[in-house]
């Protein structure tokens, strides 16, 4: 497999600055006061956010398959995780890197087991039998109620969750975005979207179809399971009823709303839907319909001419397309 690391660009130089940049911002806004408690707590939730959006993007958006079962490997990673680190006592920094890579590993590694078999199929069947395999992974952790405490979850898992440590989280979800995008740019990312477009022409030019689409799935499966890795030692209790079919619904809602293979689409998405609930807060009893509301609203306007001219006229292309085609395949 190509490396995923490319020699830098300018664009990805520029894509770099941005994140620092973003980094520094946030960092001023809560030095300054200027962020209460409240939206604080919710700098780890954006950024697993954006990991579980932005690697779905590669199965759903440049690969073209239809996953449902996206928080099966974050419930994967989330586990492999915890059940590592209530059971063990290691220095802390040890204990999280060795965690996240297990949760990765382990989410890969199912999804290799499942990609081989589930790939096969195409459209509604492999979106249904995706979101199938989730439920089972769900019903299994109940099942293991010796290891996984079943139903109850697991609790007391050691927290990463304060301003210090999301420095951290920050910098893994810049790797994330930033190693994502170089894969997409990169001579597999071209292979992966050509068998998006066309997977019977891109077979009879010697592409292997199958070895693509399960390259995809696994790199996909191992940054759901490192998503997943933070998010348990965020809220420092996880349950299997967490990680079922509403929240693979809810990651695809992001990729969606953010368009289909664009990584700068999927990052604002995430952003937005991760905010939004907290800013409906105080209105409790239109909670919902308003939430509902808005994602209408973001829907029409994602896909409305007024967008379309914006983009022409360069207003927003830095924020929904990225020059070249890089998002798309073509170059």
Same mark, same amino acid.
Not at 182 to 195: F, H, P, Q, Y
Not at 211 to 216: L, N
Not at 292 to 318: C, D, P, Q, W, Y
């Given at each position: 497999?190509e490396k ?8 990805e130089?520029?894509n770099?600055?941005?994140l620092?940049l973003?980094?520094v911002?946030?960092?001023? @806004?809560?030095?300054g *006061? ?5 939206y604080?707590?919710l700098?780890?939730p954006i950024?697993?956010?954006i990991m579980?959006a932005?690697?779905l993007? @590669? ?9 449902? *079962?996206?928080?099966c ?5 989330a586990?492999s995780?915890?059940?590592f680190?209530v059971?063990?006592?290691? =220095?802390?920094?040890?204990?999280f890197?060795i965690?996240?890579?297990l949760?990765g590993?382990?989410?890969a590694?199912?999804g290799?087991?499942? *990609?081989? $078999? ?17 439920e ?10 010796g290891?996984t ?5 697991l609790?007391?898992? =050691? ?13 893994i ?6 190693m ?6 990169s001579r597999d ?8 477009d066309n ?6 030019? *010697?592409?292997k179809?199958?070895a693509?689409?399960?390259?995809a799935?696994?790199?996909s ?7 997943g ?5 965020n809220?420092g209790?996880?349950? $299997? ?8 619904i809810?990651i ?7 368009g ?5 689409g ?5 952003i937005?839907?991760?905010?939004l $609930?907290?800013?409906?807060?105080g ?9 509902s509301?808005a994602?209408?609203l973001?829907m ?7 967008k379309?001219? @914006?983009i022409e006229n360069?207003t ?12 798309n395949?073509t170059?």
């Amino acid at each position: 497999m190509e490396k995923i690391f490319q020699k830098f660009d300018k664009k990805e130089i520029r894509n770099i600055a941005i994140l620092v940049l973003t980094y520094v911002f946030i960092t001023i @806004l809560i030095k300054g *006061g200027f962020l209460n408690r409240q939206y604080t707590s919710l700098l780890v939730p954006i950024a697993v956010n954006i990991m579980l959006a932005v690697s779905l993007n @590669l199965v759903t958006g440049f690969l073209g398959e239809l996953s449902l *079962g996206h928080a099966c490997f974050m419930s994967i990673g989330a586990y492999s995780s915890a059940i590592f680190t209530v059971n063990t006592n290691l =220095p802390a920094i040890l204990q999280f890197i060795i965690a996240l890579a297990l949760g990765g590993i382990m989410a890969a590694i199912f999804g290799f087991l499942i *990609g081989v $078999p589930v790939l096969r199929l195409r459209g509604d069947y492999l979106a249904i039998v995706t979101l199938g395999f989730g439920e089972i992974i769900k019903s299994i952790l109940i099942a293991m109620s010796g290891i996984t405490n079943g139903a109850k979850g697991l609790s007391k898992i =050691p927290l990463y969750s304060n301003y210090k440590n999301y420095t951290v989280v920050y910098i893994i979800m810049a790797i994330t975005v930033l190693m994502i995008a170089n894969l997409v740019k990169s001579r597999d990312g071209r292979a992966i979207c050509a068998v998006r477009d066309n997977d019977i022409a891109t077979e009879s030019i *010697g592409i292997k179809v199958s070895a693509y689409k399960i390259k995809a799935f696994v790199i996909s499966a191992f940054f759901a399971g490192i998503a997943g890795v933070l998010y348990a030692h965020n809220v420092g209790i996880i349950k $299997p009823t967490t990680f079922d079919y509403n929240q693979s619904i809810e990651i695809l809602v992001i990729v969606v709303l953010g368009g289909m293979g664009s990584i700068q689409g999927s990052i604002i998405a995430a952003i937005i839907l991760t905010i939004l $609930p907290e800013l409906l807060r105080g209105a409790d009893n239109y909670r919902m319909l308003l939430y509902s509301i808005a994602l209408i609203l973001i829907m029409v306007f994602n896909h409305s001419k007024i967008k379309e001219g @914006l983009i022409e006229n360069r207003t927003l292309s830095k924020l929904f397309q990225k020059k070249g085609g890089v998002e798309n395949g073509t170059s």
